[in-house]
């Protein structure tokens, strides 16, 4: 509100409220804090779990920074900047995703202290954008170099990711079949991994340790007829995406039936055009058929009759991994089926699975999409066995795409602390400051690591640091025996990219939140004029999880 010769002026609707300055930073800094706390205590292999019931009373329990800030409604706007950290980390590679958060969360407490020594923003900014740029370069020197045929790396990569997870229990049998799948996907002279042709199917009975890598496709369907064979050996396979039933015209047309003789022939001509199109699958050789669309009950019982197994309603999605699997190709039309564009399976078979019947294509020869089906005893762990399997996925596609890895453990994090406060010394200026702030805030991992398994963490942090001034580069936390370890010996390591997409995203929303010095919150249009709080002014009903 704006006045001129003591008549007041309302520039913003009435309602809305508006915070400036240091107010307004706290206030932002308070909300990015509160939502780094919410997820620090599941950081490591002793990290602890939260379970999460939305309005509708449904329950996920994980330790997946990304699903648990997912699932949280979260209000304040400075807060849903944090959760975008985790959704960029957990789509660019995977895992890190707590990390990347707590770094940001750390690097705005850290920026509160220096705010208060009168430091501008703009200058606490631009020293956090020098000591990311310093990162990167210290990162990429202490890493390792990694070949795809170097699977026991590859393993304790995926091992690493999943540790600490509900997958835990089994993650050597899991961790075989992450790097197995992702060996078999990633294509020659392609750079890139499309973990997408990995297909996670999940199906509640048995136990984590039944959870089996097939060599093809797994497709949630049953055969079409019960008169259709339950298993085919050395199957070749026809993938149609179109429906295999009479189609109605394009326009409107009448047909008019004068005589009962001239009905028998409509249908007489009707069935011999499904009789046709049902030859046109079985003169191509094929045996086993998936359709995008419907199939006609009629060409369902010739279909039957020819032994061939149809499956109707795949997604396109499945239908493009089968066609990977068996290397066949997607057909438009019946016309065009010949037997060099059928998919090839060693078995296809129909068995039943948690008391629901799947199709099973198997043996594929060299398959570039492949399947795993998960098992667990309930809903809740074959759903966290589904991300922590996403998870050691992606770490390994990331790994064999970049062939660099970083010692695990908070070892990365304070070698990084400890080189740039010597690159601090050599700056200079206030920006100086903002780079030692920065390397205090990356230690708030191994910091982590000691408190969510504990030990205290002052006395951690003091070790490790010697350790390192002593020149153990990989010397981190070993959670169990409580002592600093060499990290690549005892197999915990990281994909290099994790640790500098968690410093890039982290430094970039930290430095966004600090540089805003005016939160105006437009009211809602339900609220009556002037009363109750707007969006974003306000708290996000966390207040009792405290400082850290």
């Known amino acids: 509100m704006a006045q001129l010769g003591g008549t007041p002026i309302l520039v913003l609707r009435e309602g809305s409220e508006r915070t400036r300055g240091r107010d307004a930073q706290s206030r932002n800094i308070m909300a990015a804090k509160t939502i780094a706390n919410a997820v620090k205590s599941t950081l490591g292999p002793k990290g602890m779990d939260k379970m999460l019931v939305d309005s509708m009373g449904d329950v996920v329990i994980t330790n997946d920074g990304a699903t648990i800030l997912k699932e949280m409604d979260i209000e304040h706007p400075a807060a849903k900047m944090m959760v975008e950290i985790s959704k960029t980390q957990d789509e660019e590679v995977g895992d890190g995703t707590t990390t990347a958060v707590i770094i940001a969360g750390e690097?705005?407490?850290?920026?509160?202290?220096?705010?208060?020594?009168?430091v501008h923003p703009t200058l606490i900014a631009a020293g956090y954008r020098l000591a990311a740029d310093k990162a990167y370069e210290i990162l990429k020197g202490m890493s390792g170099n990694i070949s795809p045929k170097d699977t026991d790396a590859l393993r304790n990569i995926a091992v690493t990711s999943?540790?600490?997870?509900?997958?835990?229990t089994a993650r050597e049998l899991l961790t075989d079949l992450a790097v197995n799948a992702v060996s078999m996907v990633a294509e020659k002279g392609v750079k890139e991994i499309d973990i997408d042709n990995i297909k996670l199917e999940k199906k509640m009975g048995g136990s984590t340790e039944d959870t089996t890598l097939i060599m093809g496709m797994i497709i949630d369907k049953e055969r079409v007829h019960p008169g259709m064979p339950k298993t085919v050996k050395n199957a070749k396979v026809a993938l149609i995406n179109s429906?295999?039933?009479i189609e109605k015209t394009e326009v409107d047309a009448k047909i008019e039936i004068t005589a009962p003789e001239q009905?028998?022939?409509?249908?007489?001509?009707?069935e011999k055009m499904l009789k046709d199109m049902v030859d046109k699958v079985k003169v191509s050789g094929a045996n086993v058929l998936f359709c995008q669309k419907g199939i006609d009950d009629l060409a369902q019982h010739y279909l039957s009759k020819e032994g061939i197994v149809a499956v109707r309603r795949v997604k396109e999605s499945d239908m493009k991994k089968l066609a990977s699997a068996t290397s066949g190709k997607i057909l438009t039309s019946l016309e065009e089926v010949r037997p060099e564009d059928l998919g090839k399976a060693g078995l296809v078979e129909e068995r039943k699975i948690g008391g629901e019947e799947m199709i099973f294509v198997e043996d594929c020869l060299n398959p570039k999409a492949v399947?795993?089906?998960l098992r667990g005893g309930t809903d809740h762990v074959v759903d966290e066995l589904e991300r922590g399997m996403h998870d050691a996925l992606k770490v390994v596609a990331v790994t064999?795409?970049?062939?660099?890895?970083?010692?695990?453990?908070?070892?990365?994090?304070?070698?990084?602390a400890l080189k740039l406060r010597d690159y601090a010394a050599s700056v200079g200026g206030r920006e100086q400051l903002a780079i030692q702030a920065f390397a205090d805030a990356v230690e708030v991992v191994p910091r982590a690591l000691a408190e969510n398994a504990g030990l205290d963490p002052i006395d951690m942090l003091v070790a490790l640091r010697?350790?390192?001034?002593?020149?153990?580069?990989?010397?981190?936390?070993?959670?169990?025996?409580?002592?600093?370890t060499d990290m690549v010996k005892a197999g915990v390591i990281e994909p290099l990219r994790v640790k500098t997409q968690a410093i890039s995203s982290g430094t970039e929303s930290a430095t966004m939140i600090l540089r805003i010095d005016d939160v105006i919150a437009s009211s809602r249009a339900s609220m009556p004029a002037g009363g109750g709080m707007p969006p974003g002014a306000g708290g996000m009903g966390m207040e009792g999880m405290g400082d850290y």
Do not use: C, W
């Open 371 to 373: 399947s795993i089906l």
């Open 162 to 168: 999943m540790t600490g997870k509900g997958a835990g």
């Open 400 to 416: 064999l795409e970049d062939g660099k890895y970083v010692a695990g453990g908070g070892a990365a994090e304070i070698e990084l």
């Open 263 to 270: 009905l028998k022939a409509f249908l007489d001509e009707e």
């Open 243 to 245: 429906a295999i039933e």
């Open 466 to 484: 010697s350790a390192h001034e002593r020149g153990e580069k990989n010397a981190g936390l070993d959670v169990f025996k409580g002592e600093p």
């Open 107 to 118: 690097l705005l407490k850290r920026a509160e202290d220096l705010l208060e020594q009168e």
